[in-house]
Structure formats: C-alpha cells, structure tokens
C-alpha cells in the first residue's frame, strides 16, 4: 500500500442471486414422405450449423456372430463414396471447413457433421454420398478391423478396460448382446467380411430409419427443404426393432477375480443390471446416485478417497441405454486394500436403501445437477446431441424445459424409494482385476464367498 493511502472497508460477500428460468432452444420436427424424420434447433449466434444424422444401426441390432459389424460399418461409411476414396471425402469435407465423423453406439450409428451455414447445402452433398452411396473398400475395411483387433489387444494389457469388459461378461448372459463389448470382441471382428458390413449396411441403412437434426444458423424450413432436396428420393421402410433378449442377465451374486499376476493394484467393479433411460424413476435415480457415487462430494467417493485414503477416485453410474444397460461402482485400488475397499462399497450401497439421506445432501446434489445443465447446450453440437437424446430414448419434446423443475422436485424419500427398488445387494456382481495371491482371500473374507479366479481368455 502507498503512503497516505487509506484502506478500503471489507465489503460483504455478495449473496448468489435467485436462479434464471432456463429455455432449450426452440425446435421443431417434421416427417418426409419418405419416413425421414427432421429435427431442426434454429441458433443464429454463430455462422455455424451442426447436422446429426441418426441411424437405426446400433449395435443392439446386430444378428449372433456378427457382433462389430455396426461399428465397423459405420466407421466405413468415410472411407468410400459416390465414386470418391476416403482421402478425395476427406479433402473435399476440408475445402469447404467442414468436420465429419461417423460412430456406432448401442442404440444408433451417427453420422456427425459441422459446416459454416454458407457451406452447409454443399457439406450436408457429401453427408448424402456417405448414407446412400457408399462403397465400403476391401481394403479400407481390412484396415479398419485391424485397427480394433489391435485395440482388443491393448485392452488385455490394461487393466480399466479389460475389468469394464469383464464386468458386463459377469453382469449378462453369455446369449445376450450387451455381454459382449460394443465394438465386437476379437473372434467375432476377425470373422467379419466386406459382405457381412453391404448385408448389415442394405437391412439398417433406410430412410424410414433416418433422422436428421439440424442445430444452428439454420431455419426450419431452409432445412427441410434442404433434407428433401438431398434425401427425399431415397426409398425403404423403417428396420426392424432391437430382438428380445439383448440384456438378457445372470441372476444372483458373483465374485471373480480376473487373475493378472504381480499387478500392484486392483481394479474394481461393483453393480448388477440397471434400467432403461426412459425408465419413469429417472430423476429420482439420478439423484440417488450423484449422492452414491455420482458427485465428487459423493457418499463413495469421500469414504473410499477423503476417508480411508484407499484410491484417487470412486464413482458410481447407470449407463443409460434403450434396453437395461448396466449400474457400476468403478474404482482403481492398492492391492492390500482390495477387500477393505470392496467392504466400504458395500456399506454404502446397504446405507443408501437403508436410511433417507440428509436434506444437506439431497440439495447439495439437486442444486449441482440443477446449476450445471444450463452450461451444457452452448454449442451447436450439444444442442444437437441432446435432441439426439431425446430421439433415441422417445422423452417427451419438454424434456429439456422441465428438466431443473424436475431435478427440483426430488425429495428424500423418492431417493430412499429409488435406492430400494434400484439398488440389489442380493444381485451384486463383483469383478475385480489383479493378482489373485494378494486378494482372493481378502475378498472372501470380506463378501463371505470363494471367489472364482480366471484368466480373461476364459470368459472371452
């Protein structure tokens, strides 16, 4: 401070001010004659509009034995079009400032672009070659299984990936889908051929089973008759729904070891099945488990991590699919703490179905989720993916309005309900990673069962 300088009074901490209503961006949908679905968010900030194209071509949909194909066909889909090899899509998508990209999930394949407005007619040209036309190079598919027989690889040298892998082994029946990885598991992509992606490419690929969701500097009417220029000639009836039995489950409890020898800490994966998205408990459910395992300030979290010092991180979550994806305590633990850190998993999961958690917690909880959706739709290509959402899992169009409200009105016995219906200790499926010599015994010490130790070949 400078001579003669008079100190300033402390002024008070300002208080946070009443929260804002929140608005998603207008949209609004229209249907070709066609079948294909046009979902369009007009937002005028930038010159910039993204377009997501949705696929009924998941990985829910494939037939047995050809588990990978969805991705494998999807990521084919930029490597060959309307005459042109990838790198020609490529340099064109570049000429004109335009990213691409194409990915499979369980429930749809996705065809992601992101344009300038004033290039959007021409970016949106190519969009079309690569859904209608494409030609799926012998050699370009290779490549591309190649690429994730590699992936598998790596993932049996590290231990995250290969316990979320082992995980949903353990979680569903061999005979269902999601017991498998998404992507397909080594024997199955390395017995995919070129014929196996054009069969899965004519059944999945029509337009009935098309939707495309314009987010930007776009109108609604610009962008139909956009859609309608570029796709409204392209025949074919929606594709068949997702078969019976993809999330198919084992019942009861289970404790494997997933035998990796000398490994100086385990990684661990605690849960059962969970629900599908559209599940009419979602708030209550996501509520109860930011306060399990959801939050930083989580019950998990802070007894595994603040507590016991037993890991750097612990978190729980549901994966929210169409069908019944799974729910999943993960954590990565020293490996003389294994059983101890397993027991506290344990403990919270009986004390979330046992008690109503506090009302600190609860609005500790419901004011992050609440404060932090807003910040979420700021781009053109979030706003597009949560439309996305709400296509994919069929949630009514004032989702995204009422969804604070909704979030709000959570109180501690909807979570105390949602904990009993939804959390199964009779159910557990425990899977760890590791070396069996330092943790099996402490694992049956702590869960009262012999667990079964394998190698991941064996349940691959």
């Known amino acids: 401070m400078t001579a003669g300088a008079v100190a300033s009074a402390p002024t008070e901490k300002p208080l946070p001010a009443a929260p804002r209503d929140y608005h998603f961006p207008h949209f609004e949908q229209r249907t070709l004659a066609n079948g294909i679905r046009v979902v369009v968010a007009p937002v005028s900030k930038l010159p910039l509009v993204t377009v997501l194209a949705l696929v009924e071509a998941g990985a829910s949909v494939e037939q047995p034995g050809k588990h990978g194909v969805a991705a494998l066909t999807a990521r084919a889909l930029l490597e060959g079009a309307a005459g042109r090899d990838g790198v020609e899509l490529t340099d064109r998508f570049e000429r004109i400032g335009a990213s691409v990209d194409a990915h499979a999930d369980w429930d749809v394949a996705a065809v992601s672009l992101t344009a300038m407005s004033t290039h959007l007619a021409d970016a949106l040209g190519l969009v079309r070659d690569l859904l209608r036309t494409p030609t799926f190079p012998e050699r370009e598919v290779q490549r591309l299984k190649e690429e994730r027989l590699t992936d598998l690889l790596q993932l049996q040298a590290e ?229 996305a959402n709400m296509i994919v899992h069929e949630l009514p169009n004032d989702f995204f309005d009422v969804y604070r409200s909704r979030v709000r009105a959570v109180t501690t016995q909807g979570v105390l309900a949602a904990a009993k219906s939804h959390l199964k200790p009779d159910q557990l499926r425990i899977v760890v990673v590791g070396d069996p010599a330092q943790i099996t015994e402490q694992l049956t010490v702590v869960t009262g069962v012999t667990p079964e130790v394998v190698t991941a070949e064996e349940i691959a």
């Not at 409204?232 to 993809?246: H, L, N, R, S, V």
């Not at 109503?356 to 597009?384: H, M, Q």
């Open 159 to 387: 231990p995250r990936g290969l316990a979320d892998e082992q995980f949903s082994h353990a979680v569903y029946d061999s005979s269902a889908r999601y017991a498998a990885p998404e992507a397909g598991d080594a024997r199955s992509v390395r017995a995919l051929t070129r014929d196996d992606v054009m069969s899965f490419y004519t059944a999945r690929y029509l337009p009935g089973g098309v939707t495309l969701i314009f987010s930007g500097d776009v109108t609604t009417d610009a962008a139909v008759a956009l859609t309608e220029s570029l796709f409204g000639d392209w025949t074919g009836d929606m594709p068949a729904a997702a078969p019976a039995g993809i999330d198919a489950v084992q019942s009861g409890k289970l404790v494997r070891v997933v035998a990796k020898a000398d490994a100086p800490q385990s990684e661990v994966r605690v849960g059962h099945v969970g629900l599908p998205r559209n599940n009419p408990n979602y708030f209550d459910t996501m509520v109860m488990n930011a306060v399990l395992g959801g939050l930083f300030s989580s019950r998990i979290n802070l007894n595994l991590r603040e507590v016991h010092g037993y890991t750097y991180g612990a978190s729980s979550a549901f994966d929210w699919r169409r069908a019944n994806g799974p729910f999943v305590v993960h954590t990565a633990v020293k490996s003389d703490v294994t059983g101890p850190a397993v027991s506290e998993i344990l403990l919270e999961i009986d004390r979330m179905r046992t008690d109503a958690i506090s009302e600190d917690e609860l609005s500790l909880a419901t004011s992050y989720l609440d404060g932090v959706f807003p910040i979420r739709y700021e781009t053109t290509i979030a706003i597009a993916e949560a439309l």
